[in-house]
């Protein structure tokens, strides 16, 4: 890791199952477009309820990556 | 949403089995005297423990909700 | 609880599996050198991304147990 | 102000108009159903975005009024 | 503890004498609508100046307390 | 909203009229380039001051936006 | 710029009209006895309320100015 | 309260005897150079210890006075 | 103070009595194990209540001390 | 200055040197891509220990650039 | 430290060569017109950047200083 | 980094020359007591003033090992 530089952005994945899910949404989503993803961050839990049930959780993180 | 106005209460649910439950009970509880509640953000996750393990998740959640 | 006194350690768990399982890890490992846990509060979820995929969850939890 | 109890809610006012009148009706709606309301901190401003222009401020605001 | 849930509301109590004086009013006045108070968390100690003395405490205090 | 992913950006409006108006140059400036903006929070709002009046008001918000 | 040092200090603004204006007033103020006002920062809005309106605006700012 | 600005500074108050007194001595020293304090909000309660006792309460707080 | 190492730990003392007890019981609690106890920092302050009152207050407190 | 709108991005520079180095480094690698970066602000130093000495500063910064 | 009362105000140092500088030269200007100057805390390290190099580090630090 | 378990504890380094000293002080004193230290997060940079110069940096830093 000599002197490398790495770029964090924030992203929400969301999922109709569970808080673990909806990172990993997030990750899977973030991984398309960007090489070197090395670390995740979560910033805030949060989700939309309907008729009194959990409809998704949506989950902000910081996702970490190495630039070249 | 025009012009509505929602109010924000603060449920604590506990569960045996995970944070994501301890979060459902939380807003099944909230949902039976409240009408419209439409979201939820996580304030905190702790827990009891007994013997070593794990004997409830505790989810502090802001619960939101539309005033009609 | 009459003026008893706690302490609190912080520990960070990790988990290929869930974040529930990560806070599951710090606490047994805690209570293996530990009479008296009593609580854990959760201070950060993040975690380490390989090849797109979450590797391991890691979990910050501050833990708290009786003093003698 | 002699040994007076206040209490706290959150109110979410929200406006097609402005920050300011998304708090304004945050204000009048809390004051419809309780006497006493008498101060406000504002917690957070956000907001909708539709077709690149903002369709609603939303202002997340506490509101302290006395318990008789 | 099984699986129950708990609300936590915002009180300020005042008081002219000291600082836990006003968590005691604030936690007195709750009881007297709410069953089940259960803890309580200072979030704010402030307070009213005239003459150059202290007029009041003021302590900002959350209140937990069981649903049944 | 069945499983989106939105990634959020931090932008810093100005302007030399009021606060709400530096949020919405920073929306419209965020939306030229991106579609699917859905969302904004306020992050602090700050500003110059020249000759002993506001010059401009600069507020950061963070803008949030669905990935497709 | 060069190596100049800086004061902040912390006013509170009021106004019947507008959080905006309550900042200006802020400002306004500060400037009649300090040079060199450069910045300022919002730390809190909050306000009075009287018979269910509201009456002041306040807004607690941090102002930065130079130290000849 | 008509558009009035006020300026909030920031004391450290000490006591052998409590923190409420650390506090009464932070608003009577305040006092002796200010007119109009107004109010105080309480930022940190720290402590000296020495030989297992404490020595000194040390109370941060902010004091707010109007401006004339 | 030339070039000394401190630690810090987390502490919760607890009294029937007074907020500022449960800091006394802290610090003589960790001054039983640690020599050089220095200052401490207060952290939370919360506590229990049963049947309307105060049961025991709950004090977080950071202890520092020298490390040899 | 006039009504101009900026981004913050999020970079985490390191240096086996110093924490001033680990913020040039990143600074350094955004002018790289960037046109027009004008201030930062450190988030978080931190860094590797390896062998009981510190192997790498890493500081988290956020990098403000005007959009053209 | 016999019950002494301390002051807290808040500078902003900048320095064209290190984040350390930026402090020394906040503390070197307090110094000249307070006496008693006995401590700082680093509130925020930021700086401006021109050309792809850091121009000036600029850190504000709260300076406390005891009143006679 | 199989399902490890790791711990932080808090500790102040201080030095008489720079910020990044006091850290190396922390991390070194830290070191003879721990096996496997790895990483270090600073919490806080202060510092002592002695006649209008930094007579000591003093740094707090979360210090993280793995528990074996």
Same mark, same amino acid.
């Given at each position: 890791?000599?002197?490398?530089?790495? !770029?964090?952005?924030?992203?929400?994945?969301?999922? +109709? +199952?569970?808080?673990?899910?909806?990172?990993?949404?997030?990750? +899977? !989503?973030?991984?398309?477009?960007?090489?070197?993803?090395?670390?995740?961050?979560?910033?805030? +839990?949060?989700?939309?309820?309907?008729?009194?049930?959990?409809?998704?959780?949506?989950?902000?993180? !910081?996702?970490?990556?190495?630039?070249?």
């Amino acid at each position: 890791m000599s002197d490398h530089v790495y !770029k964090l952005i924030e992203v929400v994945g969301s999922s +109709t +199952t569970s808080s673990d899910d909806a990172i990993r949404n997030a990750i +899977t !989503k973030a991984s398309e477009s960007l090489d070197n993803v090395g670390w995740f961050e979560v910033q805030q +839990t949060r989700g939309h309820v309907e008729n009194g049930e959990i409809a998704h959780f949506q989950v902000i993180v !910081k996702v970490g990556f190495r630039l070249d």
